[in-house]
Every structure is written in C-alpha cells, then in structure tokens.
C-alpha cells in the first residue's frame, strides 16, 4: 500500500479515485505545526532554531498518518507546488520522522499544477526529493513575521495603547492606504475650464472639438482657469470661421493580455464581479480542488497562486483548436503567443490560472457550479481563450481645425474606430480609472473643407465653455492595492488576499463603497512606525527583503544569514525606543498627524487652540480604548473629542459644543458635543448632566432640537404587559434598538422604531424572544445543515451570530470569512475552518488554569516575607497572554 498526502479532505477524495485501490489518500488539513503564539518560539541567539507545536486536531490527524505510514510501502508527498505545499511536506515528515515510523519506507515528493486524472497519472510517474531551498524560504518567512510581530506589537501596546499589531507586509500595505489619503487630504483644488466647439461638417454631420491653442499659445489641460478668460475665449470663437486644416488616420493594434496570475484573477473579479480578494480565492480553491460533473470529479482550473503568466503547450493548443471551432481562423494569430511577466521579483515557477480543459466551454458547466464558481470560471476561461486570439484593430483619426477670428486659435477632434474586433469578440480587460481612449466615431471631412457652428438656441451650445475643478488620487480599492503592491515587489501571491483581511480585521481600514479608508487607529500605528521605524515600512526595503526571499528559495543565500543581517538592525532599533516616554511619541504624533487631526480652521485660530478652556492646548491622548483628543489642561479641562476624519464629512462639533435649543420643561440648553466615543447630547452644564449617544445611522450634521428631546427622553414607556401587567420600556442600548420586560431585551429593526413601537409590535417581538431562548440568548436556528463531521461525527451547521455567521461542530465556532455566502460554505471549507479554530481554542483553555494560578498565589503567601519580589511576575502574565492572542503571522506564506 502507498500512503499519499495531500491537504485537503475534497483533493484526497478525488486523488484517491484516480489512483486506485493501491494507494490510499489522507488529508492533513493544512499545516499541522505552527510557532506557539508565545515569546521565544524563535530563538535569534541559537541560529534562529524554532520551537514548533502540534494542536490537538492536528495530532489526531498526524498519528492516524503515522499508523497509516507504519504498514505502508511507499509515502508519497503530494501537497500543493508552491512554498507552503512544499513547507507542509516538511513538516509532516519531520513528526513522521520523530515517530520512528518511516524506518527504511522510500519516500517521494510529487507536485501537479492541476487536479485531473491525466496530471496526477503524470506527476507520479515523475517524483522528485523534497526541495530544500525553497523549505528554508518558508522558515526564513516564517521566523521573520514571528519575529517582526512578536518584538515590534508589544512596543505598539507599550507606547501606544489600544492599537493592536504590526507585521512585515501588513504594515507597508496599510501604509500604501495611509500615504494615498494624506495625498488626498493636502489635495487643493484647481479651477479650469474646458473649451469646446459643435461644429457641423459640409454634408450636415456633428462635429466636436476642443481648444488647443489661442492668440499663439498652446493651452493644455488646466491652462484655462478663469472665468473671465474663458468667457473671453468663447466669445471670439462664436463669431470666428472654422475650417479642417488637416486629417490624420493611423492604423493601431491593440494585443491581448496575458493569462491570469494571482493578483491579475483578483484584481478583474473586484472590477468585474465585485468579489473580494479572498472571496476571489475561495472560489478558486474550490474550482482547483475539483467540482463533480457527470458523475466524475474533476478540477476546472490549474493552481490558484502563482505570478506564472506562461501556459503549458497543450493548453496553447487546445485554445488555438476552440478559437478555430468558436470564432474562425481569422480570429486565429498566425503563431502562438508567448507571455513573460513584468512584474517585479515574479518568479514565474508555475504556469499561469487557466482551465484544465479550455473544450468545457463555461455553458456547458454552468449548471454543474454555484453562481460565483460559474462567474469566475468564465473569467478565467475568456482570459485564457483571448490570450491566444488575434489583436484588435483601430483606426485612430486626428482632425485638426483653424479658427478665424480676431484672435488665431485651433482646435481638435480624436476618435478611433474598430476596423476588427480580434480578441475584444470575447474579452476585455476593466480598469480602475474612468479614462479611456478617445473611442468615438468621427464623420468623414475633407482638409480644407468650411466648418460650421451649430445653431444657437439649441442644446448643446455652439461653444461650451465649462467649469471643472482638479480631484485628488483615489482611494485604493483591493483591486488597485494589490496591483500597486505587486508593482513595488511587496508581498507574493499567496499573501494578498491575508493582508487585504488582516488590515480590515484589525479595524485599520474599512471598506467604502469598495474604496479602503484607513481608520484613525491604523493611521496613528503607520505614524508611529514611519516616526521610530521608517526603514521597516519603506517599500524598497520591504521589495528587497522579498527579492532575498526568493533568492533563499533560488539556493543562491543562506536562510540564516539573511535573518542575521535583519535582526542586527531590527533588534538594534526597538532596543532604542524602549525608554522612550508616551508623551515623547505623542509629541511626534502630534506633529506627523497635524493636518489630520488638527486641519486649519476657517478663521485663521489656532487650530490646538481647546474650544473649552482659553490656554489650553489640544494633543493626540491614549487610553486602553484608543486613541482620541484631549486639552492639555486636564483634569481641570476635560475637553475630549475623537480624532478628525479628514474626509470632509463636516466635523463641526468638533469645534466644541453647540447649542441646539432650550428644553420646553427646564429652559436649560441642549447641546450637541463629541467625545472619545463619537458624538452626543447633553442636558445643561450640571456636574453630572444627563446625556444620550448619536445611534448607528444618526449623523450628527443632521441632529436638530427634536431629535436630541427624543433622545434624551429615553428609556420610553411603551405601555403595560397584557400577562403579567408590567411596563415594558424602549430603549437604545450596546447592541442597537430594543424592548424590555423583566429582564427579556428584543431587538427592534432600527432606532427610529424605539420612538414609534406601540404596545402590540412590543408584546409580538418580546413573545418571538422568549420563544427563541428567553431571557438569555435566543436558541440559534441554523442557517444550513451540512451534516455530520467526517472524521470525529456530530453535526457541522451553519449559523447567524451577532459577529457574522460562523461554523459550528460541538463546542468549536469558527467565524466564516468576510464576503462568504453562508449559504454558500461546504463541508471542505467548514471542516477546516473548525480545525484552525480548534486549534487556537486549545491553547487559551490550557493557559487560562495558570492565569487563575497566578492571581491565588499572592493572596495565599500575603503573611510570608519574600511574596513583593514573586508579585511583579504574576502581573506580567496577563500581557504576555495578550500577546499570545494578538499578535499576527499573517505575511506567512
């Protein structure tokens, strides 16, 4: 018997079909060690030795490998082609090793960059020995984001409380977002206008042109900026005579692009389908693993991770053979077309994404496939086939016109034609921005040929002189993101998707209407880097330390010394900042963060200048809760605000209070205020003045008298209970809008509705509540039942919790990824997000016995004479707890 291993239980499952009764499959689900999230996992002074640890699911897995191996022929090592698949291998073997299981078994490493019968056949007959540089560039990467999260995060919650971690690749991608939104917010608008003429050819066809230069001076795009010299401008030319001083038409080709690598797949399913990076992969991942059609289980796509934009000569000739079929030979190039990447540090190890088999044309597996596998196999499919299509061809016409009037001016009207479609019959690639080339038709005109204004009166106007305003870059979206940061060489394919939720997670930035928009609590971390550790955050660094990577994988550098060289500077500089004080880093926060947090105001004050006391002076302040603005003069000014947007969202009481009208019952004022938590209402200046939080929805802008009455009116009486006659009461509180009866809260749908709910709408909600769980929480429904775990049993459901929806199995609840469809999840996919869960779950629950320890001991030794000295120690553990459970490894792959 052959034991294979693989990753997953859906690959074991179609792997073992192929192969037959001679082998037999097992699923490793994944890495099976990891670094304890602990201090001293990876030990800098012993050669950069690592400490590793197996969870308890993965060490059911691994002595049922073992037993397994035990009676086994032949181990053969089949995990995915890339780093991490080869760093997986390694490791399984490693504890197959230490159990003395493997004795004088041969053992071979095979890699297939596709799940069908054909490449696994193929990859068997072809092993290979495990490949050592490329398992010493995932240590290299390992250690190092351990390292960089372990030594830079306690730092971070050190000097700048409430901020939550830092990590190699993380901390340069949020800095990409942080530089774009300063740019913006420094960004001053300039006026210009357009000059336009709609003229009229001798057979009667439209024309439009625009301004290219005036009275002998060549006007380019902003060089009109004034009214009054565009009012000027379109007054000669109303009463000038046009006419063609020439017609230009070059014919231009315009070339397919290459097929998908990684960050390209993700970058066209944001712009086109509007998936998430990791929504993007996911989907890939089932695609790859294999989709049952026909009875037969097969993968639909080649690997997902790769920057490979070259195709295997089979696939080029299978899409030649379907271009012929579907389009005809002349849609067919003469040659093949090869591709090489351009982006930086590629390695191109592997071919690019693609279908397994470009004849199973997107209709015909449709029905076979979810709607998003459905959509993102057609991408790939379509990208694929164009790649291997003949270029479009355009025309692209120039027509240059004089202007006669008493002043010389000329204009200029560009359009280009389709003389043949190529591959845009099939597919074209989407862009980030709105500009485009000049695609629109122009009318056939003769040089020299009179040209004339349309009729006046008529819309458009003859001339249109028209008012525009310079913007500022754009946001990031993931799409852009990811293709800045593959540009600059930071981060590899199979690291994008991680980041990009890493930052979210973390609350760093936030997704806007697709844009990423750093949060003041990412803001305030990239600052504080930028200020004490600039080199690590600097994007050449972080290139070259990438290109070092690679060059580990290569065999061409030593693991070990490039972590030497790194931990020299790195230790070196955090060692520096350890005795500096909170109030020294806030200072320089202060001032890297000024035109944030403290934007000019209009009328020329001060902009730290306290709105609430005369001398006092506004700084950044942190607290366990975050960050927020306070007045120097505390405690006797206990001015507070959160820190400003930037985003012109119009942050006016951020000025100070501002009175909105009298209360009818006392005539004390109430006032509209912010604090650290975000905005609010207050009831007179009393030392303790009643006060209510603007809800979720309520934007303090729109906040007016009525509204603040309503709110500070709260808790409403509703009425009495029909059962037991007891009030029931309204509120808004933590967790939204709701109603109250004897300790039973029910949710209401929004806080409008706490104003309006009437006494029947109470009793139905209350009743639905205790119906559900009574007063505790509501006994959860499950969203969908996937049915029984396949390897330990118990029922695996779906959930809708207050965090999102999650996975269940026994005690284990694992969060399902942001942008998943519950309704989408597999038994594959559940089952490996309970087994990551679990085995994070099963190191807080060893560590919480030592935690209760740790705080008896004092009280039982408070009469000996040495317990001051032990007492110190024990404080400590909650931290290091804290570090165990926060810091990040996400740059691990």
């Known amino acids: 018997m052959n034991i294979v291993i693989v990753e997953s239980p859906a690959k074991a499952k179609t792997i073992n079909k192929y192969l037959g009764s001679d082998y037999h499959v097992l699923a490793s689900y994944g890495h099976v060690r990891d670094l304890p999230a602990k201090d001293g996992s990876v030990k800098p002074d012993e050669d950069f030795a690592m400490s590793w640890q197996v969870d308890s699911k993965s060490q059911k897995r691994l002595n049922e490998i073992a037993a397994a191996v035990k009676d086994a022929d032949k181990l053969i090592l089949a995990t995915d082609p890339d780093r991490e698949g080869e760093a997986i291998s390694w490791h399984v073997l490693e504890v197959l090793q230490k159990k003395r299981v493997l004795k004088d078994k041969k053992i071979e490493r095979v890699v297939f960059n596709a799940i069908t019968k054909k490449a696994i056949l193929e990859a068997m007959d072809n092993p290979r020995e495990l490949d050592t540089p490329l398992v010493d560039a995932y240590l290299a990467r390992r250690a190092l984001d351990y390292l960089v999260g372990f030594t830079l995060s306690p730092v971070l919650w050190r000097k700048l409380p409430g901020a939550r971690s830092a990590g190699r690749v993380q901390s340069v991608a949020l800095r990409l977002i942080c530089d774009r939104e300063m740019e913006i917010e420094v960004f001053k608008a300039q006026e210009y206008w357009s000059i336009l003429a709609n003229l009229t050819t001798p057979e009667g066809a439209p024309l439009q042109a625009g301004l290219t230069s005036y009275d002998g001076r060549k006007i380019t795009r902003l060089d009109v900026n004034s009214e009054a010299e565009a009012t000027e401008i379109r007054e000669v030319l109303e009463k000038a005579d046009f006419s063609v001083d020439s017609v230009v038409s070059k014919p231009g080709k315009r070339n397919p692009q290459p097929p ?22 996911q989907v890939a991942q089932k695609l790859y693993e294999g989709i049952s059609i026909g009875g037969e289980t097969s993968g ?59 004849n199973r044309r997107p209709k015909d597996v449709a029905r076979f496939l979810d709607p998003d596998q459905a959509k993102l196999y057609e991408l790939i499919w379509k990208r694929t086939m164009a790649s291997q299509m003949e270029s479009a061809v355009l025309e692209r016409t120039t027509i240059d016109i004089t202007a006669k009037g008493t002043k010389p001016a000329t204009m200029r009207a560009t359009g280009s034609v389709v003389r043949f479609d190529g591959f845009f019959a099939l597919y074209q ?44 870059p754009p946001r990031y979206t993931e799409a852009s993101l990811v293709k800045k940061m593959e540009e600059l060489g930071i981060g590899r394919p199979s690291t994008y998707a991680s980041t990009l939720q890493t930052l979210r997670d973390r609350d760093y930035v936030e997704l806007e209407k697709k844009q990423l928009v750093p949060q003041d609590k990412g803001r305030i971390v990239i600052a504080f880097l930028e200020s004490f550790f600039n080199r690590y955050v600097e994007f050449d660094f972080t290139a070259s330390l990438e290109e070092q990577l690679d060059r580990i994988s290569a065999g061409e550098l030593s693991w070990q010394e490039v972590l030497k060289d790194f931990w020299r500077d790195f230790s070196g500089t955090v060692d520096e900042i350890k005795d500096l004080r909170v109030s020294q880093v806030l200072d320089s926060l202060n001032d890297m963060l000024a035109h944030h947090i403290f934007p000019e105001k209009e009328d020329g004050s001060a902009p730290r200048a306290c709105p609430s006391c005369s001398d006092g002076q506004l700084s950044l302040k942190v607290s366990r809760f975050g960050a927020f603005i306070g007045c120097s003069n505390y405690p006797d000014c206990g001015y507070t605000r959160q820190l400003a947007k930037g985003s012109g969202d119009g942050d006016a009481e951020n000025e100070g209070p501002k009175v909105l009208g009298q209360d009818p019952e006392t005539g004390v004022d109430i006032s509209l205020r912010t604090g650290r938590f975000g905005p609010y209402v207050q009831l007179g200046e009393e030392a303790k003045p009643k006060r209510a939080s603007l809800p979720r929805g309520w934007s303090a802008p729109d906040m007016d008298l009525d509204k603040a009455l309503q709110l500070l009116s709260l808790p409403r009486e509703v009425g009495l209970h029909p059962e037991d006659n007891k009030m029931i009461t309204a509120g808004i509180g933590r967790y939204g809008p709701f109603v109250l009866h004897e300790g039973t809260y029910a949710n209401l749908t929004s806080p409008d509705e706490v104003f309006s709910v009437g006494i029947n709408r109470a009793v139905d909600a209350l009743a639905e509540k205790r119906a559900k769980g009574g007063r505790g929480r509501a006994a959860a429904t499950p969203l969908k039942e996937l049915g029984e775990h396949p390897s330990e049993g118990g029922p695996v459901n779906v959930f809708d919790g207050r965090y999102g929806p999650y996975v269940k199995h026994g005690k284990v609840n694992a969060t399902l990824p942001k942008d998943t469809d519950p309704q989408a999840v597999t038994m594959e996919q559940a089952v490996e997000l309970i087994a990551a869960k679990a085995s994070k779950g099963g190191t807080k629950k060893k560590a919480a016995p030592k935690k209760a320890a740790a705080k008896k001991a004092p009280a039982k030794k408070a009469a000996a004479k040495k317990p001051a000295a032990k007492k110190p120690a024990a404080k400590k553990a909650p931290a290091k707890k804290k570090a165990a459970e926060e810091t990040p490894a996400e740059d691990a792959s």
């Not at 998908?260 to 993007?280: C, I, M, N, Y």
């Not at 079929?325 to 930086?344: I, M, N, T, V, W």
């Open 429 to 472: 690639e989407s862009r980030d921005d709105d500009e485009d080339e000049a695609s629109k038709r122009l009318p056939a005109v003769d040089e020299g040929a009179s040209l004339e204004l349309i009729a006046a009166g008529a819309e458009p106007k003859p001339i249109e002189a028209s008012q525009h305003f310079t913007t500022p």
């Open 300 to 358: 639909l796509i080649t690997y997902m991770r790769t920057d490979g934009v070259q195709i295997a000569g089979e696939a080029i000739s299978a899409a030649r053979y379907v271009i012929g079929q579907d389009f005809g030979d002349k849609y067919l190039p003469e040659k093949p077309r090869f591709y090489s990447s351009k982006a930086k540090n590629a390695q191109e190890a592997h071919e690019a994404i693609r279908p397994t088999d470009l």
């Open 260 to 281: 998908f690598t990684t960050s390209t797949l993700q970058q066209e399913a944001s712009r086109k389908l509007g998936f998430s990076a990791s929504r993007t992969m």
